[in-house]
C-alpha cells in the first residue's frame, strides 16, 4: 500500500515539476521543486546582541543549530530516523490528509557552559546539558 | 541577527531581525532555561578583571576545550589539575580532582568583609573574611569549597622566616574576649614563597548553606616559628586594599542534587 502511495504521489509531483525528480534516486527526492531534506542548520545565539555582556562573561554567545527539513520516504536517505519515523511515514503514505509527516527533530544534543555573574558578583560557572544540537533525524 | 543575514538565507524565518516584543520573549525564554528568576545585575565596576572572574574564566576554558574534544574524564582531570597548579604555584596542594569532574556548578563569592584585628587580651593578629552563600541555585550540593589567598613574596624583616598560615571557622562571637574558633586547615610557608594558597573549607561551607544564621566568617592568622602571631601584610598575603587581580575569594564545587524542572506557565 505504501509503494502504491508513493508511486502516485512521485507521479502527482513529478508533473508540477516539470520531471525533475523523474530523473532522481531515491538519495535525491530533494529537487529543487520540494522543500529541504531534513538537515542540520546553524543558528547563533548572540548574548551580546541580547544586551547581556554585562552579567555574561562567556561563551559571547553559542552556535545553537536547528533541525528543519522535509521527513519523506525514503527515510534512510536521513541521519538516525526512528522506527516510529519509518511508520508514520507509512500511515502517512496512506492517510496524507489525517496523519503528518514525522518530524525533523535533534536527536543528540551537546551540553554548553556558561559563565555570569549573580546580583551579588559572585560568579557562576554552569553546566547546561541539551543545548546544542549535535544531529538531526526524523521522529 | 546580522549573521542570519548574511549566511542563512535559506532560513526565511530568522531572516527578518526580532522585534522588540519578540527580542523579550526569547530573553524571558533563554533566562528560564538558564534557570533564572530574572537578568542578573552585577553591582561592582571593573569586576571581570578581578581574581575571582579570571579564575573562573580558566576553569571554563578548561571545560569548553574539553566539551570540544569529548575525551572524557581523564583528560578533563588533567586539565583542572594543570590549571589548579599554574593558579597557584608554588603553594596550592593538589587536590584530588574527581570533584572537579563531577560538578554540574562551580561558583565563586566575593569577600563582603575584611578586617584587620589586633585583640589585646592574646596579643593576636588575625583577619576576617566573609561569604555570602545564601544566593546558591536550589538542587545543587556543594562537594568541595576552597579559600584561595594570594602570597606575595616577602621583602620584609622575615624575609628568611617560615610562617604557619591557619584558617579558622568563625564559632561564636563576643564583644569582650575572642571568638570560639574551629580549626579548618592550615600550611607552613616560606617567606620567600609567592603564589596562591589554597585552603580547604567543605565541611565549613556545607554547615553554612545548611545554617546560614551560623555563618560568622573565616579567621586567618599567620605566626611566625616562635608562635608570635604577625599582620598578614607583613607576610606578603594580599587583602581587600591590593591588586584586583590579587583578591582572596572562595570558590566551591556543587553537584546537582535534582533535575532542574522548567515551571508551567
Excluded at chain 2, 569529548?70 to 586539565?79: I, Q, V, Y
Excluded at chain 2, 564559632?171 to 620567600?192: M, P, Q, V
Aim: with cysteine; aromatic share 10%.
Amino acid at each position: 500500500a505504501a509503494n502504491s502511495k508513493r508511486k502516485n504521489q512521485n507521479r502527482n509531483k513529478s508533473s508540477s515539476s516539470q520531471d525533475s525528480s523523474r530523473l532522481s534516486g531515491p538519495g535525491d527526492y530533494n529537487s529543487s521543486e520540494q522543500k529541504q531534506a531534513c538537515k542540520k542548520h546553524e543558528l547563533y545565539v548572540s548574548f551580546r546582541d541580547l544586551g547581556w555582556q554585562d552579567w555574561i562573561i562567556a561563551p559571547e554567545g553559542y552556535a545553537a543549530f536547528y533541525c528543519d527539513g522535509e521527513c519523506s520516504f525514503p527515510l534512510n536517505a536521513h541521519m538516525n530516523a526512528t522506527n516510529h519515523a519509518i511508520v508514520q511515514t507509512l500511515v502517512h503514505l496512506m492517510f496524507p490528509d489525517n496523519v503528518p509527516k514525522p518530524c525533523c527533530a535533534p536527536t543528540k544534543l551537546n551540553a554548553i557552559s556558561v559563565l555570569y555573574f549573580d546580583d551579588s558578583s559572585n560568579v557562576i560557572l554552569k553546566k547546561y546539558r541539551n543545548m546544542v544540537v549535535r544531529s538531526c533525524g526524523c521522529h | 541577527e546580522g549573521n542570519f543575514a548574511d549566511h542563512h538565507v535559506h532560513s526565511s524565518f530568522i531572516y527578518r531581525r526580532l522585534r522588540n516584543h519578540e527580542r523579550r520573549e526569547i530573553q524571558r525564554e533563554i533566562l528560564s532555561i538558564l534557570g533564572l528568576p530574572h537578568r542578573p545585575r552585577p553591582f561592582s565596576v571593573g569586576k571581570h578583571s578581578s581574581s575571582a572572574p579570571l579564575f573562573m574564566l580558566d576553569l571554563y576554558n578548561a571545560m569548553s576545550s574539553e566539551q570540544e574534544t569529548e575525551r572524557g574524564a581523564a583528560r578533563g582531570s588533567l586539565t583542572y589539575r594543570a590549571i589548579l597548579t599554574t593558579q597557584s604555584p608554588p603553594l596550592a596542594s593538589l587536590h584530588d580532582t574527581n570533584f572537579l569532574n563531577d560538578a554540574d556548578m562551580v561558583m565563586s563569592f566575593v569577600n563582603l568583609v575584611e578586617r584587620d584585628k589586633y585583640f589585646s587580651h592574646q596579643r593576636r593578629h588575625y583577619k576576617e573574611f566573609r561569604f555570602d552563600l545564601t544566593q546558591i541555585p536550589e538542587g545543587e550540593a556543594v562537594t568541595a569549597a576552597e579559600f584561595r589567598i594570594y602570597k606575595d613574596r616577602s621583602n620584609s624583616r622575615y624575609e628568611n622566616d617560615t610562617f604557619r598560615i591557619t584558617i579558622y571557622q568563625v564559632l561564636k562571637e563576643y564583644s569582650n574576649r575572642d571568638a570560639d574558633l574551629f580549626l579548618l586547615d592550615g600550611k607552613k610557608i616560606r617567606a620567600s614563597d609567592g603564589g596562591w594558597l589554597v585552603f580547604d573549607i567543605t565541611a565549613t561551607s556545607n554547615h553554612w548553606v545548611v545554617n546560614p544564621q551560623h555563618n560568622l566568617g573565616l579567621q586567618l592568622c599567620v605566626e611566625i616559628m616562635d608562635g608570635r602571631t604577625i599582620n598578614i601584610r607583613s607576610a606578603g598575603l594580599i587583602g581587600r586594599h591590593g591588586p584586583q587581580s590579587k583578591q582572596p575569594f572562595m570558590v566551591a564545587f556543587f553537584k546537582a542534587s535534582e533535575v532542574l524542572l522548567r515551571s508551567v506557565r
